[in-house]
């Protein structure tokens, strides 16, 4: 089973195992308006937790997506190169933005969890 977590800086992850899958929230798409461009990592990339690891633009600014916790990437979401706007649409669905194989699971109890993230934004 799936577990969310959420950072003070808006992204999602989802841990299944030690596999991470990471998103912006949509507090955070809302915020940055209609997407444009997303500029995605490469796959086999080693990032430390607080690593600007994708490039988001909208209409309105750029902005970096940081590396939740350390892993390596495994696999981006293609369908983002010609359609970002599928963050906008779906933010925690099919926007997702890479998934990366856990290296330090200990960095998991520093996250946010649903309740947590609510409380940030409210």
């Known amino acids: 089973m799936a577990t969310t977590y959420f950072t003070e800086d808006h992204e ?7 596999t991470v899958t990471v998103g912006i929230t949509d507090y955070a798409q809302e915020q940055l308006g209609d997407l444009v461009f997303v500029e995605l ?59 990366m194989k856990l290296s330090n699971p200990s960095q998991l109890e520093g996250l946010l969890d649903e309740a947590g993230y609510q409380a940030l934004i409210g």
């Open 12 to 18: 999602w992850l989802r841990v299944e195992g030690d």
């Open 41 to 99: 990592p490469e796959v086999g990339k080693a990032f430390s937790k607080g690593d600007a690891a994708v490039v988001v633009e909208s209409v309105k600014a750029a902005s970096d997506v940081y590396a939740p916790v350390d892993g390596e990437v495994t696999s981006v979401n293609e369908a983002l190169t010609s359609d970002p706007a599928l963050v906008n649409s779906s933010a925690t669905g099919e926007g997702w933005l890479w998934t």
